[in-house]
C-alpha cells in the first residue's frame, strides 16, 4: 500500500474543502470498496478525508411525507428501518439482495452509490481500462464480456454499475443531497447521478471535486407491490447478472428499474406504461438501443424471464 495522509473531518463543508484541496484526496466512511481497491493499488489517494463523525447517520421523516437517509446510515441500518420495510419494501429486497451481513454492516449510503465496478479488467492492473487508465484502451470489447453491460455502454467501456440499493432507489425517484467545498448545496436526481460512460468512462458521477453526498431523499411512498428480484451466479456474494426492482399496483400499472446491465441504474419511463401489457413489451421499449456482445446476449431474455417473474409474484 502507498503511503497517504489522513485526517478526521468536523463538518460536511469542511470535509469537502479538504477534499478539494489536495490533488488525490479522498472520502473515507465505511471503506468497504475503497480499502480493497487501495490494496490493489487500482486507487491510490494522497490523503483521505474520515466523514464517519460528522453525525449524518439519521434517518427522518420529510414534511412532504416521504424519508431523508443521512449518507452514513449503514445499510443494515436502512434495510431494517420500520418505514423502509413498511413504506418502501423494494429498498430493504434490494439492500439484502447486496454483499454479506458483515458488510452491510459497515456499508454506508453514500458510499453504497459511488461504489465502483466490479469488471474483472478494471480489477486487473495488468490489461488496459479507459477507467483505470483513460485513454489505454477497453479490454474487456474484444475479452470476456458475460457480465458486462448491454445498453448505455460506449466504444470506451462496456462496465456496469454493480450496486442493487441504488437501483431501488432509481425506481423511486430519490434525490442524492451534496455539500460543496464552498458550503453551497444542491439536489441531484438520481436519475441524473450516474453518467452514461461516453469519452470518459473514469468519471462516473456527475458530483464536482470535492462534492460530498451528505444524505438521499426518498419521496412519499408508491404503494403497491414492491418487488426486488436478483439473478446471479451462486446465492449469495454475488453481484447481479440482471436484477429487476418493480413497484405495481392492483391494476397492473407501476415502475420497474434494472441492475446489472448498464453504466447506472437503468430505467425507462416510457417502458413503465407497457407494465400491463408483460413483459416482452416492457424488455422491448427498456432496451431498444441495447448493443449486447455475443457473450452478454443472453442478459436480455434473461431481464424478460426475470421481469415476468416479478408481474407473476406481484399479481399472486
Same mark, same amino acid.
Given at each position: ?16 474543502? $479538504? ?39 439519521? #434517518? ?28 418502501? $419494501? ?16 459497515? $456499508? ?45 455502454? %460506449? ?57 460530498? #453526498? ?21 446465492? %449469495? ?80
Amino acid at each position: 500500500m502507498r503511503a497517504f495522509t489522513y485526517e478526521r473531518a468536523g463538518d460536511p463543508a469542511g470535509a469537502a474543502k $479538504a477534499v478539494a484541496a489536495t490533488k488525490g484526496a479522498k472520502f473515507i466512511a465505511g471503506g468497504t470498496n475503497l480499502l480493497d481497491l487501495m490494496k490493489l493499488e487500482i486507487e491510490a489517494p494522497t490523503h483521505l478525508v474520515d466523514v464517519q463523525d460528522l453525525g449524518l447517520d439519521k #434517518i427522518e421523516d420529510t414534511d412532504e411525507g416521504g424519508l431523508r437517509i443521512g449518507t452514513l446510515v449503514s445499510n443494515t441500518t436502512l434495510s431494517a428501518h420500520p418505514r423502509v420495510r413498511q413504506d418502501y $419494501a423494494v429498498l430493504t429486497r434490494a439492500i439484502q439482495a447486496g454483499a454479506s451481513g458483515q458488510l452491510r454492516n459497515k $456499508a454506508t449510503t453514500g458510499g453504497n452509490l459511488l461504489q465502483r465496478t466490479r469488471c474483472p479488467y478494471f480489477y486487473d492492473p495488468n490489461m488496459p481500462c479507459n477507467k483505470r487508465r483513460p485513454g489505454s484502451g477497453c479490454a474487456a470489447i474484444n475479452g470476456a464480456s458475460r457480465q458486462l453491460g448491454v445498453i448505455g455502454t %460506449s466504444d470506451k467501456c462496456i462496465a456496469t454499475y454493480p450496486g442493487d440499493m441504488a437501483v431501488a432507489m432509481r425506481l423511486l425517484d430519490a434525490v442524492v443531497e451534496t455539500v460543496k467545498p464552498g458550503g453551497d448545496t444542491r439536489a441531484i436526481r438520481i436519475a441524473d447521478f450516474h453518467r452514461l460512460w461516453g469519452d470518459t468512462p473514469h468519471i462516473e458521477t456527475v458530483l464536482e471535486p470535492g462534492e460530498m #453526498i451528505t444524505a438521499v431523499t426518498l419521496p412519499r411512498p408508491l404503494g403497491g407491490k414492491h418487488v426486488y428480484h436478483k439473478v446471479r451466479d451462486r446465492r %449469495s456474494y454475488a453481484f447481479a447478472l440482471v436484477s429487476v426492482a418493480a413497484v405495481i399496483q392492483p391494476d397492473g400499472t407501476g415502475r420497474v428499474a434494472f441492475g446489472g446491465m448498464a453504466p447506472r441504474p437503468w430505467r425507462v419511463e416510457a417502458a413503465d406504461a407497457l407494465l400491463p401489457r408483460g413483459a416482452k413489451a416492457v424488455i422491448e421499449r427498456a432496451f431498444a438501443d441495447a448493443r449486447p456482445t455475443p457473450d452478454n446476449a443472453f442478459k436480455i431474455p434473461l431481464a424478460e424471464r426475470t421481469l415476468a417473474g416479478v408481474i407473476a409474484e406481484a399479481r399472486s
